[in-house]
Protein backbone atom coordinates (compact mmCIF):
# COMPACT_ATOMS: atom_id res chain seq x y z
CA UNK A 1 0.00 0.00 0.00
CA UNK A 2 1.82 3.51 -0.72
CA UNK A 3 0.79 6.85 0.65
CA UNK A 4 -1.49 7.95 -2.58
CA UNK A 5 -4.17 5.37 -1.13
CA UNK A 6 -3.84 5.65 2.20
CA UNK A 7 -4.37 9.35 2.01
CA UNK A 8 -7.81 8.24 0.48
CA UNK A 9 -9.02 5.72 2.82
CA UNK A 10 -11.24 6.20 5.74
CA UNK A 11 -12.33 3.98 8.95
CA UNK A 12 -15.81 2.89 7.80
CA UNK A 13 -16.89 1.46 11.17
CA UNK A 14 -20.80 2.76 11.86
CA UNK A 15 -20.90 5.89 13.85
CA UNK A 16 -17.39 6.94 13.75
CA UNK A 17 -16.50 10.47 13.89
CA UNK A 18 -13.05 10.49 12.84
CA UNK A 19 -12.98 8.31 10.20
CA UNK A 20 -9.54 10.17 8.49
CA UNK A 21 -6.53 9.22 8.84
CA UNK A 22 -5.61 6.03 9.97
CA UNK A 23 -3.17 5.53 11.98
CA UNK A 24 -0.06 3.26 10.72
CA UNK A 25 1.51 0.81 12.15
CA UNK A 26 4.63 -0.77 10.14
CA UNK A 27 5.75 -4.39 10.28
CA UNK A 28 7.24 -4.84 6.68
CA UNK A 29 8.42 -1.96 4.45
CA UNK A 30 9.56 -2.11 0.84
CA UNK A 31 10.93 0.82 -0.97
CA UNK A 32 9.64 0.32 -4.82
CA UNK A 33 10.29 2.44 -7.32
CA UNK A 34 7.94 1.48 -9.89
CA UNK A 35 6.90 4.88 -11.07
CA UNK A 36 8.78 7.67 -12.63
CA UNK A 37 9.55 10.85 -11.26
CA UNK A 38 6.67 13.15 -13.41
CA UNK A 39 6.32 17.00 -11.82
CA UNK A 40 3.36 17.39 -12.97
CA UNK A 41 1.79 14.29 -11.95
CA UNK A 42 3.21 15.33 -8.44
CA UNK A 43 1.83 19.21 -8.56
CA UNK A 44 -1.53 17.84 -9.54
CA UNK A 45 -1.15 15.88 -6.46
CA UNK A 46 -0.01 18.30 -4.12
CA UNK A 47 -3.16 20.39 -4.35
CA UNK A 48 -5.39 17.14 -3.75
CA UNK A 49 -3.33 15.43 -1.16
CA UNK A 50 -4.02 15.80 3.08
CA UNK A 51 -0.65 16.81 3.58
CA UNK A 52 -0.52 16.09 7.35
CA UNK A 53 -1.87 12.60 7.02
CA UNK A 54 1.16 12.18 4.19
CA UNK A 55 3.99 13.20 6.57
CA UNK A 56 2.58 11.49 9.82
CA UNK A 57 2.01 8.31 7.67
CA UNK A 58 5.68 8.74 6.08
CA UNK A 59 7.05 8.84 9.35
CA UNK A 60 4.98 5.52 10.43
CA UNK A 61 6.90 4.51 7.65
CA UNK A 62 10.62 5.47 8.88
CA UNK A 63 11.23 8.53 6.22
CA UNK A 64 11.36 11.69 8.48
CA UNK A 65 12.30 14.21 5.21
CA UNK A 66 9.14 15.67 4.29
CA UNK A 67 8.77 19.03 5.71
CA UNK A 68 5.54 19.43 8.27
CA UNK A 69 4.08 22.10 5.78
CA UNK A 70 3.71 21.82 1.85
CA UNK A 71 5.14 24.44 0.05
CA UNK A 72 3.11 27.33 -0.54
CA UNK A 73 4.92 29.00 -3.54
CA UNK A 74 6.59 27.28 -6.28
CA UNK A 75 8.18 23.65 -5.01
CA UNK A 76 11.86 22.74 -5.32
CA UNK A 77 13.23 19.94 -7.09
CA UNK A 78 14.36 18.66 -3.81
CA UNK A 79 10.91 18.78 -2.22
CA UNK A 80 9.37 17.55 -5.48
CA UNK A 81 12.19 13.89 -5.10
CA UNK A 82 10.94 13.98 -1.20
CA UNK A 83 7.12 13.95 -2.23
CA UNK A 84 7.24 11.30 -4.67
CA UNK A 85 9.34 9.19 -2.66
CA UNK A 86 6.87 9.63 0.19
CA UNK A 87 3.56 9.28 -1.71
CA UNK A 88 4.57 6.57 -4.48
CA UNK A 89 7.69 4.21 -3.56
CA UNK A 90 7.52 4.09 0.09
CA UNK A 91 5.43 0.62 0.67
CA UNK A 92 3.75 -0.75 3.25
CA UNK A 93 3.76 -4.61 2.62
CA UNK A 94 2.83 -5.66 6.16
CA UNK A 95 0.97 -3.73 9.10
CA UNK A 96 -1.90 -2.54 10.03
CA UNK A 97 -4.02 0.64 9.53
CA UNK A 98 -5.69 1.77 12.67
CA UNK A 99 -8.48 3.78 13.34
CA UNK A 100 -7.74 6.75 15.41
CA UNK A 101 -11.17 6.69 17.36
CA UNK A 102 -11.76 2.99 18.61
CA UNK A 103 -8.50 1.45 17.36
CA UNK A 104 -9.61 -1.19 15.36
CA UNK A 105 -6.46 -2.64 13.09
CA UNK A 106 -7.53 -3.20 9.62
CA UNK A 107 -4.45 -5.55 8.27
CA UNK A 108 -2.83 -4.55 5.48
CA UNK A 109 -1.01 -7.93 3.71
CA UNK A 110 1.07 -8.89 0.68
CA UNK A 111 0.93 -4.70 0.50
CA UNK A 112 -3.14 -5.02 0.59
CA UNK A 113 -5.20 -3.37 3.00
CA UNK A 114 -8.82 -5.29 4.05
CA UNK A 115 -10.79 -3.00 5.22
CA UNK A 116 -13.70 -5.62 5.70
CA UNK A 117 -15.93 -4.79 8.91
CA UNK A 118 -16.85 -7.43 11.28
CA UNK A 119 -21.09 -8.04 12.34
CA UNK A 120 -21.06 -5.97 15.14
CA UNK A 121 -18.91 -2.86 13.33
CA UNK A 122 -21.95 -2.31 10.46
CA UNK B 1 -34.53 6.02 2.90
CA UNK B 2 -38.42 6.29 2.48
CA UNK B 3 -40.72 4.01 2.28
CA UNK B 4 -41.40 3.90 -1.66
CA UNK B 5 -44.23 0.72 -1.60
CA UNK B 6 -46.92 2.83 -2.21
CA UNK B 7 -48.24 1.52 -5.55
CA UNK B 8 -48.86 5.04 -7.47
CA UNK B 9 -45.12 5.58 -7.09
CA UNK B 10 -44.17 2.54 -8.27
CA UNK B 11 -46.26 1.85 -11.56
CA UNK B 12 -45.57 5.51 -13.27
CA UNK B 13 -42.20 5.67 -14.41
CA UNK B 14 -41.67 9.81 -14.93
CA UNK B 15 -38.53 11.73 -16.82
CA UNK B 16 -36.31 9.10 -17.14
CA UNK B 17 -35.39 8.05 -20.52
CA UNK B 18 -35.14 4.30 -21.22
CA UNK B 19 -33.02 3.40 -24.17
CA UNK B 20 -30.71 0.78 -25.51
CA UNK B 21 -28.11 0.18 -28.23
CA UNK B 22 -29.15 -2.51 -30.85
CA UNK B 23 -31.29 -4.45 -28.93
CA UNK B 24 -34.81 -3.41 -29.02
CA UNK B 25 -35.90 -0.70 -26.47
CA UNK B 26 -37.07 -1.70 -23.59
CA UNK B 27 -40.36 -0.27 -22.21
CA UNK B 28 -40.32 -1.30 -18.58
CA UNK B 29 -44.44 -1.97 -18.42
CA UNK B 30 -44.82 -2.68 -14.85
CA UNK B 31 -42.22 -1.58 -11.76
CA UNK B 32 -43.38 -4.38 -9.26
CA UNK B 33 -40.51 -4.79 -7.36
CA UNK B 34 -39.32 -8.72 -7.10
CA UNK B 35 -40.12 -10.46 -3.75
CA UNK B 36 -36.62 -10.50 -2.96
CA UNK B 37 -36.25 -6.66 -3.42
CA UNK B 38 -39.14 -6.02 -1.17
CA UNK B 39 -37.48 -7.05 1.55
CA UNK B 40 -34.37 -5.40 1.49
CA UNK B 41 -36.81 -1.99 0.96
CA UNK B 42 -39.10 -2.85 3.97
CA UNK B 43 -36.26 -3.33 6.46
CA UNK B 44 -34.70 -0.64 5.03
CA UNK B 45 -37.91 1.85 5.23
CA UNK B 46 -38.35 0.83 9.21
CA UNK B 47 -35.04 3.05 9.53
CA UNK B 48 -33.20 0.62 10.75
CA UNK B 49 -31.79 -2.70 9.14
CA UNK B 50 -33.29 -5.44 11.67
CA UNK B 51 -31.29 -7.90 10.47
CA UNK B 52 -31.10 -11.00 12.72
CA UNK B 53 -28.25 -13.01 13.63
CA UNK B 54 -29.03 -15.53 11.62
CA UNK B 55 -29.49 -13.15 8.75
CA UNK B 56 -26.23 -11.99 9.44
CA UNK B 57 -24.09 -14.79 9.99
CA UNK B 58 -25.24 -15.85 6.60
CA UNK B 59 -24.21 -12.47 4.98
CA UNK B 60 -20.97 -13.45 6.76
CA UNK B 61 -20.84 -16.94 4.89
CA UNK B 62 -21.41 -15.06 1.83
CA UNK B 63 -18.86 -12.59 1.86
CA UNK B 64 -16.47 -15.46 2.42
CA UNK B 65 -17.72 -18.03 -0.20
CA UNK B 66 -17.33 -14.94 -2.41
CA UNK B 67 -13.51 -14.65 -1.72
CA UNK B 68 -13.25 -17.58 -1.95
CA UNK B 69 -14.94 -18.39 -5.05
CA UNK B 70 -12.51 -15.48 -6.73
CA UNK B 71 -9.24 -16.53 -4.46
CA UNK B 72 -9.65 -19.94 -6.15
CA UNK B 73 -10.85 -19.75 -9.31
CA UNK B 74 -9.58 -16.26 -10.89
CA UNK B 75 -5.81 -17.79 -11.75
CA UNK B 76 -7.84 -20.05 -14.02
CA UNK B 77 -9.77 -17.21 -15.63
CA UNK B 78 -6.90 -14.88 -16.08
CA UNK B 79 -4.93 -18.23 -18.06
CA UNK B 80 -8.01 -18.39 -20.14
CA UNK B 81 -9.69 -15.53 -20.47
CA UNK B 82 -7.35 -12.62 -19.58
CA UNK B 83 -7.98 -9.65 -17.12
CA UNK B 84 -11.54 -8.84 -18.29
CA UNK B 85 -14.04 -10.89 -15.64
CA UNK B 86 -16.97 -9.73 -17.44
CA UNK B 87 -19.19 -10.43 -20.85
CA UNK B 88 -18.13 -9.47 -23.82
CA UNK B 89 -20.67 -6.96 -25.89
CA UNK B 90 -21.24 -8.55 -29.47
CA UNK B 91 -23.46 -7.20 -32.46
CA UNK B 92 -26.81 -9.44 -31.69
CA UNK B 93 -27.60 -13.05 -33.86
CA UNK B 94 -23.46 -12.58 -34.91
CA UNK B 95 -23.21 -16.13 -36.03
CA UNK B 96 -19.40 -15.57 -36.89
CA UNK B 97 -17.14 -17.78 -34.57
CA UNK B 98 -15.11 -15.63 -32.79
CA UNK B 99 -11.29 -16.07 -31.77
CA UNK B 100 -10.30 -15.60 -28.43
CA UNK B 101 -9.07 -11.95 -29.57
CA UNK B 102 -12.39 -11.25 -30.87
CA UNK B 103 -14.05 -12.20 -27.70
CA UNK B 104 -11.23 -10.06 -25.79
CA UNK B 105 -12.24 -7.31 -27.82
CA UNK B 106 -16.12 -7.48 -27.28
CA UNK B 107 -15.00 -7.43 -23.61
CA UNK B 108 -13.04 -4.20 -24.49
CA UNK B 109 -16.35 -3.31 -26.16
CA UNK B 110 -18.20 -4.27 -23.24
CA UNK B 111 -16.51 -1.43 -21.14
CA UNK B 112 -16.99 0.89 -24.02
CA UNK B 113 -20.40 0.74 -24.30
CA UNK B 114 -21.20 0.88 -21.42
CA UNK B 115 -19.17 4.76 -20.68
CA UNK B 116 -20.85 5.54 -24.15
CA UNK B 117 -24.62 4.57 -22.37
CA UNK B 118 -23.89 6.37 -19.41
CA UNK B 119 -22.55 9.44 -21.45
CA UNK B 120 -19.34 9.37 -20.12
CA UNK B 121 -16.86 11.31 -22.85
CA UNK B 122 -13.26 12.40 -22.57
CA UNK B 123 -14.92 15.72 -21.82
CA UNK B 124 -16.63 14.59 -18.99
CA UNK B 125 -13.26 15.11 -17.34
CA UNK B 126 -13.23 11.98 -15.27
CA UNK B 127 -10.72 12.25 -12.82
CA UNK B 128 -11.52 9.67 -9.76
CA UNK B 129 -13.04 6.77 -10.05
CA UNK B 130 -14.17 3.46 -8.17
CA UNK B 131 -14.49 0.22 -9.38
CA UNK B 132 -16.26 -1.76 -7.51
CA UNK B 133 -16.13 -5.23 -7.28
CA UNK B 134 -13.00 -4.91 -9.87
CA UNK B 135 -11.95 -8.22 -9.93
CA UNK B 136 -8.38 -8.34 -11.03
CA UNK B 137 -8.55 -4.64 -12.00
CA UNK B 138 -9.12 -5.22 -15.80
CA UNK B 139 -11.65 -2.23 -15.96
CA UNK B 140 -9.89 0.03 -13.56
CA UNK B 141 -6.69 -0.37 -15.52
CA UNK B 142 -8.54 0.37 -18.83
CA UNK B 143 -10.28 3.26 -17.57
CA UNK B 144 -7.60 5.08 -15.78
CA UNK B 145 -5.39 4.63 -19.03
CA UNK B 146 -8.50 6.25 -20.88
CA UNK B 147 -9.69 9.14 -19.01
CA UNK B 148 -5.64 9.80 -17.23
CA UNK B 149 -7.96 9.23 -14.27
CA UNK B 150 -6.61 7.79 -10.68
CA UNK B 151 -9.21 4.48 -10.08
CA UNK B 152 -9.25 2.34 -6.96
CA UNK B 153 -10.87 -0.94 -6.84
CA UNK B 154 -12.55 -3.14 -4.31
CA UNK B 155 -13.18 -6.65 -3.95
CA UNK B 156 -13.73 -9.19 -1.54
CA UNK B 157 -11.12 -11.36 -2.30
CA UNK B 158 -7.16 -10.56 -1.53
CA UNK B 159 -5.84 -12.93 -4.43
CA UNK B 160 -7.85 -10.63 -6.57
CA UNK B 161 -6.59 -7.06 -5.30
CA UNK B 162 -2.75 -8.65 -5.19
CA UNK B 163 -2.94 -9.63 -8.53
CA UNK B 164 -4.76 -6.49 -9.64
CA UNK B 165 -2.00 -4.35 -7.50
CA UNK B 166 0.64 -6.36 -9.52
CA UNK B 167 -0.83 -6.14 -12.94
CA UNK B 168 -0.80 -2.16 -12.64
CA UNK B 169 2.82 -2.28 -11.57
CA UNK B 170 3.50 -4.11 -14.48
CA UNK B 171 1.92 -1.82 -16.82
CA UNK B 172 3.06 1.43 -15.06
CA UNK B 173 -0.05 2.08 -13.32
CA UNK B 174 0.75 1.67 -9.94
CA UNK B 175 0.23 5.81 -9.58
CA UNK B 176 -2.91 5.62 -11.31
CA UNK B 177 -4.63 2.74 -9.74
CA UNK B 178 -4.53 0.69 -6.61
CA UNK B 179 -6.99 -2.49 -5.42
CA UNK B 180 -7.72 -3.29 -1.89
CA UNK B 181 -9.96 -5.82 0.39
CA UNK B 182 -12.87 -3.90 0.86
CA UNK B 183 -16.78 -5.11 0.88
CA UNK B 184 -19.13 -2.94 -1.82
CA UNK B 185 -21.88 -2.27 0.88
CA UNK B 186 -18.98 -0.53 3.63
CA UNK B 187 -16.99 1.30 1.20
CA UNK B 188 -13.96 2.98 3.01
CA UNK B 189 -13.92 6.74 1.34
CA UNK B 190 -15.13 9.70 2.26
CA UNK B 191 -18.89 10.67 0.73
CA UNK B 192 -18.85 12.11 -2.68
CA UNK B 193 -15.40 11.27 -3.90
CA UNK B 194 -15.46 9.64 -7.34
CA UNK B 195 -16.68 10.97 -10.81
CA UNK B 196 -17.61 7.75 -12.35
CA UNK B 197 -18.62 4.37 -9.62
CA UNK B 198 -18.18 1.66 -12.00
CA UNK B 199 -19.88 -1.87 -11.44
CA UNK B 200 -19.63 -4.23 -14.05
CA UNK B 201 -20.87 -7.48 -13.14
CA UNK B 202 -20.60 -7.23 -9.26
CA UNK B 203 -24.24 -6.54 -8.35
CA UNK B 204 -25.33 -9.88 -8.76
CA UNK B 205 -23.08 -10.68 -5.87
CA UNK B 206 -24.80 -8.15 -2.98
CA UNK B 207 -26.99 -9.33 -0.61
CA UNK B 208 -28.50 -6.34 0.32
CA UNK B 209 -29.32 -3.99 -3.14
CA UNK B 210 -30.69 -1.41 -1.41
CA UNK B 211 -27.36 -1.12 0.99
CA UNK B 212 -25.48 -1.34 -2.61
CA UNK B 213 -27.15 1.40 -4.50
CA UNK B 214 -26.89 3.66 -1.29
CA UNK B 215 -23.30 3.45 -1.14
CA UNK B 216 -22.59 3.49 -4.86
CA UNK B 217 -24.78 6.99 -4.73
CA UNK B 218 -22.74 7.95 -1.30
CA UNK B 219 -19.38 8.26 -2.88
CA UNK B 220 -20.31 9.45 -6.20
CA UNK B 221 -19.45 13.16 -6.62
CA UNK B 222 -21.98 15.56 -7.01
CA UNK B 223 -22.89 15.21 -11.02
CA UNK B 224 -20.68 12.53 -10.81
CA UNK B 225 -21.68 9.26 -12.98
CA UNK B 226 -22.59 5.53 -11.46
CA UNK B 227 -22.89 3.11 -13.93
CA UNK B 228 -24.19 -0.68 -12.68
CA UNK B 229 -23.71 -3.79 -15.28
CA UNK B 230 -25.35 -6.10 -14.23
CA UNK B 231 -27.23 -10.11 -14.18
CA UNK B 232 -30.72 -9.61 -13.40
CA UNK B 233 -33.98 -11.66 -13.64
CA UNK B 234 -37.13 -10.63 -16.09
CA UNK B 235 -39.08 -7.32 -14.69
CA UNK B 236 -42.09 -9.05 -13.41
CA UNK B 237 -45.48 -8.02 -14.79
CA UNK B 238 -48.48 -6.41 -13.45
CA UNK B 239 -49.71 -8.75 -10.64
CA UNK B 240 -46.59 -11.00 -10.44
CA UNK B 241 -45.35 -11.43 -7.48
CA UNK B 242 -42.51 -13.38 -7.99
CA UNK B 243 -41.02 -15.32 -10.37
CA UNK B 244 -42.34 -18.68 -11.49
CA UNK B 245 -41.49 -21.97 -9.48
CA UNK B 246 -39.56 -23.34 -12.00
CA UNK B 247 -37.72 -20.02 -13.27
CA UNK B 248 -36.47 -19.42 -9.44
CA UNK B 249 -35.24 -22.59 -8.96
CA UNK B 250 -33.23 -22.33 -12.28
CA UNK B 251 -31.80 -19.09 -10.22
CA UNK B 252 -31.51 -20.74 -7.33
CA UNK B 253 -29.06 -23.63 -8.82
CA UNK B 254 -26.99 -20.91 -10.16
CA UNK B 255 -26.32 -18.98 -7.28
CA UNK B 256 -25.40 -21.65 -5.02
CA UNK B 257 -21.91 -22.08 -7.06
CA UNK B 258 -21.73 -18.60 -8.44
CA UNK B 259 -22.25 -17.60 -4.90
CA UNK B 260 -25.35 -15.00 -6.00
CA UNK B 261 -28.04 -13.92 -3.35
CA UNK B 262 -31.41 -13.25 -4.51
CA UNK B 263 -32.09 -12.06 -7.83
CA UNK B 264 -33.84 -8.94 -9.04
CA UNK B 265 -34.63 -7.65 -11.73
CA UNK B 266 -33.73 -4.05 -13.51
CA UNK B 267 -36.90 -2.21 -12.97
CA UNK B 268 -35.86 -2.89 -9.11
CA UNK B 269 -32.35 -0.92 -9.65
CA UNK B 270 -34.53 1.69 -11.52
CA UNK B 271 -37.26 2.29 -8.66
CA UNK B 272 -34.38 2.28 -5.86
CA UNK B 273 -32.11 4.77 -8.08
CA UNK B 274 -35.75 6.67 -8.66
CA UNK B 275 -36.28 6.70 -4.89
CA UNK B 276 -32.76 8.14 -3.66
CA UNK B 277 -33.21 10.81 -6.44
CA UNK B 278 -30.75 10.19 -8.82
CA UNK B 279 -31.27 11.89 -12.56
CA UNK B 280 -31.29 10.76 -16.02
CA UNK B 281 -31.80 6.86 -14.94
CA UNK B 282 -31.30 4.88 -18.18
CA UNK B 283 -31.79 1.63 -18.51
CA UNK B 284 -31.36 -1.25 -21.25
CA UNK B 285 -31.45 -5.11 -21.73
CA UNK B 286 -28.04 -6.56 -23.19
CA UNK B 287 -29.28 -9.92 -23.24
CA UNK B 288 -29.18 -10.25 -27.29
CA UNK B 289 -25.60 -8.25 -26.66
CA UNK B 290 -24.24 -11.18 -24.72
CA UNK B 291 -25.30 -14.74 -26.20
CA UNK B 292 -22.80 -15.79 -27.29
CA UNK B 293 -20.42 -15.02 -24.66
CA UNK B 294 -21.64 -17.79 -22.74
CA UNK B 295 -20.94 -20.87 -25.43
CA UNK B 296 -17.72 -19.33 -26.02
CA UNK B 297 -16.52 -20.00 -22.10
CA UNK B 298 -17.89 -23.14 -22.10
CA UNK B 299 -15.61 -23.85 -25.57
CA UNK B 300 -12.82 -23.12 -23.75
CA UNK B 301 -13.40 -24.91 -20.64
CA UNK B 302 -13.60 -27.97 -23.14
CA UNK B 303 -10.18 -27.78 -24.65
CA UNK B 304 -7.57 -29.73 -23.31
CA UNK B 305 -5.99 -26.83 -21.66
CA UNK B 306 -9.08 -25.93 -20.01
CA UNK B 307 -9.94 -29.50 -18.86
CA UNK B 308 -6.10 -29.53 -17.17
CA UNK B 309 -6.66 -25.92 -15.59
CA UNK B 310 -9.82 -26.73 -14.27
CA UNK B 311 -9.18 -29.94 -12.90
CA UNK B 312 -5.69 -28.32 -11.34
CA UNK B 313 -8.34 -25.37 -10.21
CA UNK B 314 -10.54 -27.21 -7.65
CA UNK B 315 -14.08 -28.01 -6.95
CA UNK B 316 -15.40 -24.76 -7.35
CA UNK B 317 -13.91 -24.44 -10.22
CA UNK B 318 -15.24 -27.24 -11.56
CA UNK B 319 -18.87 -26.80 -10.32
CA UNK B 320 -18.55 -23.13 -11.88
CA UNK B 321 -17.73 -25.02 -15.25
CA UNK B 322 -20.56 -27.70 -15.13
CA UNK B 323 -22.98 -24.22 -13.89
CA UNK B 324 -22.68 -22.60 -17.17
CA UNK B 325 -25.57 -24.61 -19.24
CA UNK B 326 -27.71 -23.30 -17.26
CA UNK B 327 -26.31 -19.49 -17.42
CA UNK B 328 -27.09 -20.26 -21.16
CA UNK B 329 -30.78 -21.86 -20.34
CA UNK B 330 -31.83 -19.04 -18.25
CA UNK B 331 -30.38 -16.26 -21.17
CA UNK B 332 -32.79 -18.42 -23.58
CA UNK B 333 -35.55 -18.57 -21.41
CA UNK B 334 -35.71 -15.05 -21.08
CA UNK B 335 -35.54 -15.11 -17.32
CA UNK B 336 -31.74 -14.35 -16.79
CA UNK B 337 -31.39 -10.53 -18.30
CA UNK B 338 -27.99 -8.53 -18.76
CA UNK B 339 -29.05 -4.98 -17.80
CA UNK B 340 -26.94 -1.59 -17.86
CA UNK B 341 -28.50 0.86 -15.28
CA UNK B 342 -26.86 4.27 -15.42
CA UNK B 343 -27.60 7.84 -13.37
CA UNK B 344 -26.18 11.36 -12.95
CA UNK B 345 -26.10 12.59 -8.66
CA UNK B 346 -27.53 15.89 -9.11
CA UNK B 347 -24.95 18.74 -8.69
Known amino acids: ?48 IEWKALVDGARSMGYTELPDHAPEAEESYSFLKKFHHALLELHLEEGSLVCQETGRKFPVEKGVPNMLLHEDEV | MKATLAPSSLISLPRHKVSSLRSPSLLIQSQRPSSALMTTMKTASRGSVAVTAAATSSVEALREGIAEFYNETSGLWEEIWGDHMHHGFYDPDSSVQLSDSGHREAQIRMIEESLRFAGVTEEKKIKRVVDVGCGIGGSSRYIASKFGAECVGITLSPVQAKRANDLAAAQSLSHKVSFQVADALEQPFEDGMFDLVWSMESGEHMPDKAKFVKELVRVAAPGGRIIIVTWCHRNLSQGEEALQPWEQNLLDRICKTFYLPAWCSTSDYVNLLQSLSLQDIKCADWSENVAPFWPAVIRTALTWKGLVSLLRSGMKSIKGALTMPLMIEGYKKGIIKFGIITCQKPL
Open chain 1, 1 to 48: MRLIVHNMLTCNIKGVVNKFPLRIEAEKVVIKKEVDFNTDFLRHMLAK
